[in-house]
């Protein structure tokens, strides 16, 4: 089945940076939007930046500016890079990718990573 990695969370001082990686792998015909989103405790999932297969990108405005999203279709894989953290953007980063399994699929699916921490603190 297809399955999301993600790797790059930790914990990182207020005006840092990070960069996350979020890699698919699995039964894969092709794999259109890829995005990010972050969830903090008490909070709803809230989309953080997507990108579509072609690199057309969004943002929230709250990181307009700060983050960016890339991605490699070679490796089936989205990042995003993160600058001038806030300590309010501490959460769980989830990546979400909608993938075709095959040529046969009528259509593409969502899936979601296991969630990565990112802490900004002092």
């Known amino acids: 089945q297809v399955q999301l990695v993600e790797s790059g969370g930790g914990l990182v001082q207020p005006g840092g940076s990070l960069r996350l990686s979020c890699a698919a792998s699995?039964?894969?015909?092709?794999?259109?939007?890829m995005g990010w989103y972050r969830q903090a405790p008490g909070n709803q999932r809230e989309l953080v930046a997507g990108?579509?297969?072609?690199?057309?990108?969004n943002y929230a405005d709250f990181v307009k500016g700060r983050f960016t999203i890339s991605r490699d279709n070679a490796k089936n894989t989205v990042y995003l890079q993160m600058n001038s953290l806030k300590p309010e953007d501490t959460a769980v980063y989830y990546c979400?990718?909608?993938?075709?399994?095959?040529?046969?699929?009528?259509?593409?699916?969502?899936?979601w990573g296991q969630g990565a921490q990112v802490t900004v603190s002092s």
């Open positions: 979400n990718a909608n993938i075709r399994a095959s040529i046969v699929s009528r259509a593409s699916r969502g899936y």
């Open positions: 699995g039964r894969i015909f092709s794999i259109n939007d």
């Open positions: 990108i579509s297969s072609g690199g057309i990108t």
